[in-house]
């Protein structure tokens, strides 16, 4: 940044000494030196250019001695600029899309909406920020994606484009029914598949993505609403692994258990909301994150899921330290060397032209 200032600012003191004085002289010389009866005859005289000139020497002696106090001052003109140095953390987002995540009993604002909507929202706003939530926004760390339903899935490598790394959260949907023209399933098997809850396989994928990160610190939330029935990779076998790479681990459970309304698709493939019972496992949750040196939170709404992730916010921080770096010129001489031409211009026209006689 271009900046200019003056180095020694206690010269500029001098300055009111000069107005002072000048005032002074000039209140004596306001006084006449001598009585004459009348100057009216001399009033009609024509004033010559070598008489203005010297009606105007004292004041170009106050602009030289303020010019020269600039000086003494040491203007300076230059760049400014600040680095930031520090480590930050790397957070790896495993997120569930199991068919469980379509159940309608979140809400934001007034509206009605699915677990995975609500997710959406907030992940968002933990990520960019928002002042409304009192999240701070992850701008200096590097964030990535795993999402998992039945299969773990990277979505996301980490990155510090959070803007596109949103664009791909929002992107995210529950596996849907593929039908044909007649409105026969087509992918029935594959969809029951996709449906189910990879747990360990989904924290195993994130913990690989961190594994050669050079990070301050590294993190995976893994966010659920299930418990784990599908995958190869035993969730607390994943724990394990995470806690061996230096990985800590929160886990995030979300809505309630009981029976929620589910949307589905009937055989006319219309959407319709059905009654289905759920579980989350929430012993197994915190048993994986102590396992892995973290926390388990709970939600069952989007305000405490907001919370959570405040939580999660102030738990890991990046610390970060600013060191700021000025260049500067030195101008003293474009403001004392026209103050000293001047003072010595002054000088010679007083000893030449305007040199007084007794």
């Not at 009866?37 to 303020?66: C, W």
């Not at 939330?221 to 681990?249: C, F, H, Q, Y």
Request: aromatic share 8%; with cysteine.
């Amino acid at each position: 940044m271009d900046s200019f200032r003056f180095h020694s600012w206690g010269w500029f003191l001098a300055i009111v000494v000069v107005l002072l004085v000048g005032w002074f002289r000039l209140k004596l010389r306001s006084r006449p030196a001598a009585i004459f009866s009348s100057i009216e005859g001399l009033k009609g005289l024509p004033v010559t250019f070598a008489q203005r000139v010297r009606r105007m020497l004292p004041l170009l002696y106050g602009l030289a001695l303020v010019l020269i106090i600039m000086g003494l001052a040491r203007p300076q003109s230059g760049k400014s600029e600040s680095r930031i140095t520090g480590e930050g953390i790397a957070i790896e987002l495993v997120l569930d899309i199991s068919g469980s995540m379509e159940a309608i009993d979140f809400q934001l604002g007034e509206k009605e909406v699915s677990r995975l909507e609500a997710v959406k929202h907030v992940i968002s706003e933990f990520i960019l920020g928002s002042r409304t939530s009192g999240l701070s926004g992850r701008k200096d760390d590097l964030v990535g994606v795993v999402a998992f339903g039945g299969f773990a899935d990277s979505k996301c490598p980490l990155t510090l484009d959070h803007g596109a790394l949103v664009d791909i959260v929002h992107s995210l949907e529950v596996p849907k029914p593929i039908r044909d023209r007649r409105g026969r399933l087509i992918n029935a098997d594959i969809l029951k598949e996709d449906l189910a809850t990879a747990i360990g396989d989904g924290l195993a994928l994130g913990v690989d993505r961190l594994r050669n990160v050079n990070a301050k610190s590294k993190v995976v939330i893994l966010l659920t609403d299930g418990d784990n029935n599908a995958g190869v990779v035993d969730p607390r076998e994943a724990a394990a692994i995470a806690k061996e790479s230096g990985v800590k681990v929160y886990t995030v459970g979300i809505g309630r258990n009981g029976v929620v309304p589910l949307p589905q698709e009937d055989e006319f493939g219309k959407r319709v909301l059905v009654p289905a019972q759920f579980r989350i496992d929430e012993e197994l949750l915190r048993e994986m994150a102590t396992t892995a040196n973290g926390e388990y939170f709970h939600a069952s709404d989007a305000s405490g899921l907001t919370k959570v992730y405040s939580q999660i916010d102030r738990l890991e921080k990046s610390q970060f330290q600013e060191t700021k770096y000025s260049e500067y010129t030195e101008l003293f001489r474009w403001f004392a060397g026209p103050g000293l031409a001047i003072v010595l211009g002054i000088g010679i026209l007083s000893e030449t032209r305007f040199r007084s006689l007794p």
